[in-house]
């Protein structure tokens, strides 16, 4: 839920768990480019926590879905990677959908209920926050990375949107279970009936998921750190740093399965 939110003096309540360290600073209320290319990434976060105190901070349901949000889409662009064979990405799907009535039940369990929580309370925590570079820090991090994890939020649920409605069957998608590639590849490249494969619009569609790709990856090894030190699953500056180092060295083999599937379906 949204809480508007009091003092910036600091949280004062030790049970909010919202991952700050206790400590206080004045923010930037400016995005200045000097200030911006001189900002280290792993730099300390002051704590300024906004939840209101009492009970559990909503950052902490924000980082419990971000990170199972966060295996699926893992696994997500691992099989859509398999799109540079066809055979193999077919019969990844044919797996899934031999799952029968429960895949539809797992979908809502695992994928859109998570998903609706995380963009509720993320769009809640914008709303109050706005793109404000500078602003409330809950965790070991810069401002940068913390701008950029909401800039990618915005990308992320437009992509979203776009490609459920687009290819998910309960939407009247375009995607067939029993022709995977072709249909995926179809809706994708050759979104407007009627144009060329590569006209504009249909080039600016493809695009576009490649921006939703790139979003995707940074939004999720930047949440992975920050949400880990949310929930308290690493509470040293050591931990937060090889944690961060981890995710930093996670995320090009992530984009390198994104960026697989993409040429997969959207150029080859």
Known sequence: ??????????????????????????????????????????????????????????????????????????????????????????????????????????EVALIFLPLTIHVALGLCTLRREKLKFGVEKHHHGSDLRQWLQRVTALIML??????????????GGRFDPGNAFSSASHAIWQFWHGQAAGSFPNLLFAQFYLLGIVAAVYHLTNGIATGAEVL?????????????????????????????????????
């Open 1 to 106: 839920m949204c809480v508007e939110a009091a003092p910036k003096t600091g949280c004062k309540n030790s049970s909010c768990g919202c991952g700050g360290h206790g400590r206080h600073s004045q923010a930037t209320t400016r995005a200045d480019p000097r200030v911006i290319l001189a900002l280290k990434f792993g730099e300390e976060a002051e704590h300024k926590c906004k939840c209101g105190g009492g009970g559990t901070c909503p950052r902490h349901y924000l980082a419990l879905t971000g990170l199972l949000l966060g295996g699926f889409l893992v696994l997500h662009l691992a099989t859509n990677a398999l799109g540079l064979w066809p055979e193999k990405f077919q019969a990844a799907v044919n797996r899934n959908h031999a799952l029968g009535s429960l895949l539809p039940v797992l």
């Open 158 to 171: 437009a992509f979203i949107l776009f490609h459920v409605i687009t290819l998910h069957r309960w939407f």
């Open 232 to 268: 308290g699953l690493v509470s040293t500056p050591v931990a937060q740093d090889r944690l961060w180092r981890i995710c930093v060295i996670a995320a090009p083999a992530l984009l390198l399965a994104g960026l697989a599937a993409w040429y997969a379906f959207a150029v080859r």
